[in-house]
């Protein structure tokens, strides 16, 4: 009897494609199907997608974060293949905003000596999402860090981090559009003149004061040192990761519609 076969491709830029991994893999064998997986930074393979799950070859619709074992196995039957964005549990939503900052925030650019502070952001509980399940902590910052050595050895730029009174509350993390096109996130610009947006996160008790806002700034500013005049990012109409609302405050237009969610730029009027 043929085995049906569960494949994932993915780049290691977010530490959650490790636990979401796990719990595709464990529907895959509930179902009795064969598992395996590919590093695209590792692998030298034509898939363009920063995460793509295929069962024979068919793509199913499983985005990074999804992790209801029984509700991944429906998807790769088939049953449910209609793509809804996972949004942060209830539990997300349990802090206190602070009033105001007591401080100035600095902006520092992302480097080698300041990478495990935007890997704390990623996987401590103040994240959107909520803290990594713990036995998956070390795996998830192992891979970070791998991808985050791989982007600084390439590119002079491509995050910044927010610290207040040296704490690190926040981060942006973007590359070159040359590479945003490898993850499947095709440029409307011209890639060599585009910086994409791939994450951007403000610890929860500091929401409200403008730090993403900032750090958006900070990208901006030096759009031209970097030899950069756009900057894009898929924002999406409801819930809270990249959310439309914020991206319009802060001058980016709308240059195309996707339904759920929608290409956005930033350029110089």
Known sequence: MLMHCVCVYYYPQC??????VDSIFRAARKLGYKCCMYDLLSERLDEKALFKVYVD????PIGIGMMDVNDIANRLLGVNMSFQEQGPS??????TPKKQIAGKVDISPLSGDNID???ALCIGEDFLYGAIPQRFVKKAVEMKKRWLQHILSKFEACGYIAYLKKEPVGFVEFVPGELANKL????????KQTAVILCLSVKKAYWGLKIGSELIQRLINELPRA????????AYKSGLWHPLEFYLKNNFKIVKDLGNNVKMAYHPC
């Open 90 to 95: 209830e539990t997300a939503f349990s802090y």
């Open 15 to 20: 530490p959650w494609i490790v636990p979401t």
């Open 227 to 234: 030899e950069y005049k756009f900057v894009e990012v898929t």
């Open 57 to 60: 070859g068919n793509a199913v």
């Open 184 to 191: 499947g996130m095709k440029t409307l610009y011209s890639p």
């Open 117 to 119: 502070d935007e890997i």
